[in-house]
C-alpha cells in the first residue's frame, strides 16, 4: 500500500462557491513532498488521475472530503475515479480520525480534562507533534493563492511553495 498526504490550495471560497477552483496541490509520500500548479505543463490533473488509478494507493488529509470536491469540480473527469476511492476505504481523513478516537478514548468531541480541543491542522500538529506550523498559515499567503492561478508551481514565490507544502509533510 502506497499513502500519499494532499492538500489543495484554491480560490478564495464564497457563498456562491463552496468548492473552489484547485490552484496547486501539494503531495507527500514518506520523505518526500512536492507542489504542483493548475498549469498545464505542471500536470496536475493527470497526476492526480494517475495517482487515484493506481490499485494500492491510498490518499489522506486534514479534511480531505473538501479537497477532493474542490478537485472534483476543477477536473469533472475525475469524479468517477474519486467516488472509487471512497467505496475502495482508500480514503483517510486525519480531521475525522482525530474527532473519532477523542469520541472513543473519553467521550467527548469537545474538551479534554477541562482543555478545549483544537481540531484544525496547527492545533493538531502541536497537540499531537508538538510541531507549530509557521506563523504564515494563519497570515495573508493562504488567501493570495488566486495570484499563482495559471502559473507553474516552479515559478512560485518561495511563501506560496512552503505554505501549501507544509500542510502535506505534517
Known amino acids: 500500500m502506497t499513502l500519499t498526504i494532499i492538500d489543495v490550495e484554491t480560490l478564495p471560497i464564497t457563498a456562491s462557491n463552496l468548492a473552489p477552483r484547485v490552484i496547486c496541490c501539494s503531495f507527500a509520500e514518506g520523505q518526500d513532498s512536492w507542489v504542483l500548479g493548475n498549469h498545464p505543463s505542471d500536470g496536475l490533473g493527470t497526476t492526480l488521475r494517475d ?12 479534511n480531505i472530503a473538501y479537497d477532493l470536491m474542490c478537485i472534483a469540480r476543477t477536473w469533472p473527469d475525475l469524479k468517477p475515479w474519486i467516488w472509487r476511492l471512497f467505496e475502495e476505504k482508500r480514503v483517510h481523513d486525519t480531521l475525522v480520525r482525530e474527532k473519532l478516537l477523542h469520541l472513543a478514548t473519553h467521550g467527548n468531541l469537545d474538551s479534554l480534562a477541562g482543555k478545549q480541543i483544537r481540531y484544525s491542522l496547527a492545533g493538531i500538529a502541536e497537540d499531537r507533534l508538538g510541531e507549530a506550523l509557521s506563523e504564515d498559515k494563519q497570515g495573508t499567503v493562504r488567501v493570495r493563492y488566486g495570484e499563482m492561478d495559471g502559473r507553474r508551481a516552479s515559478d512560485y514565490p518561495q511563501e506560496f511553495l512552503e505554505y501549501s507544502r507544509q500542510d502535506a509533510d505534517i
Request: aromatic fraction near 8%.
Open 51 to 62: 495517482l487515484f488509478m493506481h490499485a494500492s494507493g491510498h490518499i489522506a488529509g486534514h
